[in-house]
RNA sequence: GCCCGAGUGGUGGAAUGGUAGACGCGGCGGACUCAAAAUCCGUUGGUAGCAAUACCAUGUCGGUUCAAGUCCGACCUCGGGCACCA
């Protein structure tokens, strides 16, 4: 068969007939299955594109022989910086550019035979849509929920532009490598922050995978925890906190407002000023990106101002430093080093001291225990790299030194005592002093159960000088000098293991414990201390909880031109004022120049003409709005568009809406399951509050795509040499061929490298099907000999195409294309059971061998039926294991006695030889599964 | 650092807790051919053995179970996302 000749019949059937077509309002049942659309590149469709497109095809064209109104729409998603950077470059309006690239995009979908119904292709470049963006973005602002702040953003001095955070990657200008400095802006943002709980709450009416939601979850980072009020000594200043470990708060040791904190310049002391200013000028010039990933090590500036501790009392100082943000929670923290990571690296910089509130605990508690103090000292010997232990052999094996705290004593007087005592070791240092221990235990010499807070020190040897050990008779032990690797095997006892990890890893204890140095809260663990200090918090009026989000609003303008102009006029005596409804779509202006201004404004503030406007409301001149949308917001709706795409009166009706109901199934990568979904949820979101949308969660099932790789396991670029251009495989193998090939390569889900040779494979599956023709002989049903394997199939398939099982449902038709071969004959209908199943995944090579069989097209007719009963095997083979490991294998008959098979696996020879001479404890028989036999 | 995901033959990958390696690629041997391509037949996890068969084998170490690639715990490696979020 001539595959082009072939491949253009049908498309062009398909076409005329429209058989892709969805029907707003059938009386079928609807389903609407998406794939992300595209941004229309200049490279062309990427074979990463074919397969998520055949996959959703395959679904797609089973479900409408199912009896579905399925809607299978396709678009562009043309705005954006690639087309505006090649417009810049060869000056060329992007319009021009993108409508070329649709054109090309579009044919390769078709030479590949996807079933989208083009009557509903847009782009959202089309005025007839962006018109609808425009309108929406007017709703918002009419509903407060678009406001204009200044925020901080990218900026390139030498390139004169604002760059979003993935052009300013690295903290340098993507284009000329210029160091980016943070600059501020005023843009419009939109109440995204508003919508964090429902957003949360909406995953609840999805069906979307767990890994995705988890994604959203992650992305709103919700924080529960308290906010605590703290006063400023000596004046009337007061500020606020954010913290979710309220309970540690006899921890605080200091405070840190962010630099941009309003409080600092008025809380700061004369001789600290200059300081202060000198930091905050300092913090100004760095961008987001050096104060996190360059810069995690601590910088920071005392006040010379203190807060006083609500709960004691306490006089703390306040610090300023970057490593507190403003832009979360309160842009204030108080600072517990004891029990917080970054507070801890910033007190050991700064030497401020450290309250430990809480004891990790280990052990197992018991009742009637016996409370003690008692010290476990490790003594390290820089030179060889030892440590020094206590070997007890058979009494208790290998410990450090331990003891219990005399009266009168203190835990380092109780250390260096019984290391005297014990090893004779007399010149050592303290290294640290070890976060403290609650240890529950059991001593069996005694029969007592104890419950110790133990102290935990490191030591460094200075010398070897030694005195004579003070021993009791009864204490007999080896001192020996170990190494790390021996401790980390030998030392079992939770306490002593403990304590190691902190000696060699010293830092702040951020898990759960019992309370300690903290009056009402002393002996509650984390949680029933939070909710008590909660209470106390509230009582005393200096606090309460308080739930925090990372997610922020969203930023919404774009210093560019290829974008949605936003439909706002600045006016003299009026302020912002929307424009006019019945004005939209605000074109952008056909121009030559793309290039950004000086000053950072987007291209269209060079565009006087189009700037210049009248104000809606008093008629004085007034300005346009110069920023653009970000590429988000055209598809962040655009799956609602699909639903009725031609409306001129509304971006889509109510009934057209109601009657497809939600997106069914949505596919895409997973690189956009955090931000895109999030932005479209939250727009449709809010497009249900206002009434315009029927369901608050317009998408049901998101499922994503593994990437098709490189056949060098690199993801594919043009520096590589590593793409593989579809066209060219469409060209050589034909467009079935890698259709089947992109779902059969691996599993759906992950990622998967090409190899052409497997291709190759695919190609041989599909002319074994054709060449499975010649022996086709007339008859109207199945063989008998077939009838088992061929309703397995139609189950497998059906349910292999609706759960992104797609390589295995092809390796089912394989397969039963084997099974066929093996045969004399086949019939017309076994061949034509095989070529609709195959037809989803392989459309155009099935319809013309199938019209050659002389039935009507496969894209109009339905989809098979299988028999439940005749799905499962009259007889199977199954195994026989002996204590679990499989010795042979015996054919049993569906509905065997099981008497019947267990005789028969008993008498099997092999199984014989390994049941010889012993007891037959068990037989367990899962009747048409598995035969155990356990025997002793 | 945190959160996901993944580790199975030479290779892409299959396996509702039940004969691990389906299906495909590649390899090897053979048929057809003057030859090649295409096609067909056989074989193909490792070790030992003529064979029957035995042992080993799903990243590592433990555990649960009659039975573990699959469940539980600890860890290692790779990929992705987030990253001073208090």
């Given amino acids: 068969m001539e595959n082009k000749k072939i491949e253009e019949k049908w498309q062009k059937y398909w076409d005329e007939h429209e058989s892709f077509k969805a029907e707003t309002g059938s009386d079928k049942k609807p389903y609407y299955i998406l794939v992300e659309f595209p941004y229309p590149s200049g490279s062309g469709l990427h074979v990463g594109h074919v397969r998520s497109y055949t996959a959703q095809d395959a679904m797609a064209r089973m479900m409408r022989m199912q009896g579905y109104n399925v809607l299978f729409p396709m678009g562009f998603d043309a705005f954006g910086a690639p087309a505006e950077q090649y417009a810049i470059k060869n000056h060329i309006h992007p319009k021009e550019a993108i409508a070329k690239n649709i054109v090309t995009f579009k044919n390769q979908m078709k030479t590949l035979g996807f079933s989208f119904d083009w009557n509903r292709e847009f782009s959202t470049t089309d005025p007839e849509y962006y018109k609808w963006t ?7 602002y009419e509903h407060d929920m678009a406001y204009k702040a200044t925020v901080p953003v990218n900026w390139c ?36 922050s508003d919508y964090a709980e429902d957003l949360l709450k909406g995953l609840d009416d999805t069906n979307f995978a767990e890994k995705v939601k988890l994604g959203q979850i992650n992305w709103i980072g919700k924080s529960i925890g308290a906010e605590i009020i703290f006063k400023v000594d000596g004046c009337n200043e007061e500020f606020t906190v954010f913290t979710t470990r309220c309970d540690t708060l006899f921890g605080a040791t200091y405070c840190v407002l962010a630099p941009e904190h309003k409080l600092v310049d ?14 905050k000028h300092a913090c100004s010039l760095k961008n987001d990106l050096e104060r996190t990933e360059l810069n995690k090590d601590k910088t920071g500036v005392f006040t010379g101002a203190y807060a006083i501790n609500p709960v004691n009392n306490n006089k703390i100082p306040i610090y300023i430093s970057d490593y507190v943000l403003a832009s979360y929670g309160t842009g204030a923290i108080m600072a517990v080093p004891a029990h917080d990571e970054r507070d801890y690296d910033f007190a050991i910089k700064f030497n401020i001291p450290i309250i430990q509130v809480l ?64 090893t004779g070791y007399e010149n050592f240092e303290l290294v640290h002093e070890l976060s403290k221990i609650n240890h529950h235990y059991y001593a069996y010499n005694k029969d007592k159960y104890f419950n110790i807070e133990s102290t935990g020190f490191l030591f460094k040897l200075i ?50 414990g019992i309370h300690i140095n903290s009056e009402f809260l002393n002996g509650l663990n984390k949680d029933e201390a939070i909710a008590k200090m909660l209470e106390f918090l509230e009582e005393n009026k200096c606090g309460n909880k308080q739930v925090n989000y990372k997610m922020r609003d969203w930023i919404f303008s774009r210093q560019r031109f290829w974008g949605e102009p936003i439909p706002m006029i ?46 809606p409301k008093c008629g004085d001149a007034a300005k346009r709005e110069t920023d653009t949308m970000p590429n988000w917001a055209g598809s962040s709706w655009y799956f609602l568009r699909f639903m009725d795409p031609h409306n001129t009166k509304e971006f889509a009706s109510m009934d057209a809406l109601k009657y497809w109901n939600k997106v069914d199934w949505y596919n895409g990568g997973m690189e956009h399951t955090a931000r895109h979904l999030l932005y479209a949820r939250f727009w449709v979101q809010f497009l249900y509050n206002i009434g315009l949308v029927p369901n608050k969660e317009m998408i049901w099932t998101r499922v994503s795509h593994g990437m098709v790789l490189g056949s060098d396991n690199q ?27 992109e779902l059969f390569m691996g599993d759906y889900e992950l990622d998967c490298p090409w190899n052409t040779d497997s291709l190759k494979g695919c190609k041989r599956f599909l002319d074994k099907v054709i060449r499975l023709k010649d022996k086709v002989i007339e008859g109207n049903e199945y063989s008998k000999d077939l009838e088992t394997i061929i309703n397995k199939s139609i189950k497998k398939v059906e349910y292999d195409l609706t759960h992104m099982g797609y390589n295995t449902a092809i390796s089912t038709l394989m397969i039963l294309t084997n099974k066929y071969e093996e045969q004399e004959h086949i019939t017309r209908e076994d061949y034509h059971l095989l070529l609709t199943l ?25 989809w098979p039926k299988y028999d439940e009963e005749k799905t499962i095997d009259k007889e199977k083979k199954i195994g026989v294991q002996v204590n679990g490991k499989t010795r042979a294998a015996i054919k049993v008959a569906i509905d065997e006695d099981i008497e019947l098979t267990k005789e028969k696996a008993l008498n099997e020879n092999n199984v014989k030889k390994h049941i010889e001479g012993k007891e037959i404890i068990k037989i367990i028989v899962l009747p048409g599964r598995i035969v155990n036999i356990v025997v002793k």
Wanted: with cysteine; charged share 35%.
């Fill in 134 to 140: 425009q309108w929406q973005f007017l709703k918002f």
């Fill in 157 to 192: 001095p030498n390139c004169k532009t604002v760059l979003s955070n993935e052009d300013a990657a690295g903290g340098v200008c993507e284009r000329c490598g210029t160091q980016v400095v943070q600059k501020e802006k005023s843009q419009w943002m939109l109440r995204m």
């Fill in 266 to 279: 008025i809380i700061t002391t004369e001789e600290h000023k200059k300081e202060v200013a000198d930091y």
């Fill in 359 to 422: 004891e990790e605990e280990t052990g197992k508690k018991a009742n009637n225990e016996t409370k003690k103090n008692s010290i476990v000292a490790i003594l390290y010997d820089e030179k060889n790299d030892k440590y020094l232990t206590i070997n007890w052999h058979e009494l208790g094996g290998r410990l450090f030194i331990g003891g219990t705290i005399k009266e009168n004593e203190t835990p380092l007087e109780c250390a260096k005592r019984e290391i005297l005592e014990e």
């Fill in 463 to 512: 010398d070897n000088e030694k005195v004579e050990q003070n021993l009791d008779e009864d204490e007999k032990f080896d001192i020996e000098w170990v190494t790390k690797e021996v401790i980390e095997k030998e030392i079992t006892d939770e306490l002593h293991k403990k304590t190691f990890e902190y000696a060699i890893k010293p830092g702040a204890m951020v898990g759960d």
């Fill in 570 to 615: 600045y006016c003299e005596k009026c302020g912002w004022v929307p424009m006019d409804e019945k004005d939209l779509p605000l074109l952008l202006p056909d121009v030559a120049e793309y290039e950004p201004t000086d000053t950072g404004e987007s291209p269209l503030a060079k565009i006087t003409d189009w700037v210049n406007t009248t104000c």
């Fill in 715 to 741: 993801k594919m670029s043009k520096s590589k040499g590593n793409v593989i251009n579809p066209d060219d495989i469409v060209k050589e193998f034909g467009a079935d061929t890698l259709r089947t090939y």
């Fill in 838 to 862: 195959l037809n989803p995944i392989a459309p155009h090579t099935t319809e013309e061998l199938n019209e050659e069989l002389g039935y009507k097209p496969l894209c109009e007719t339905s």
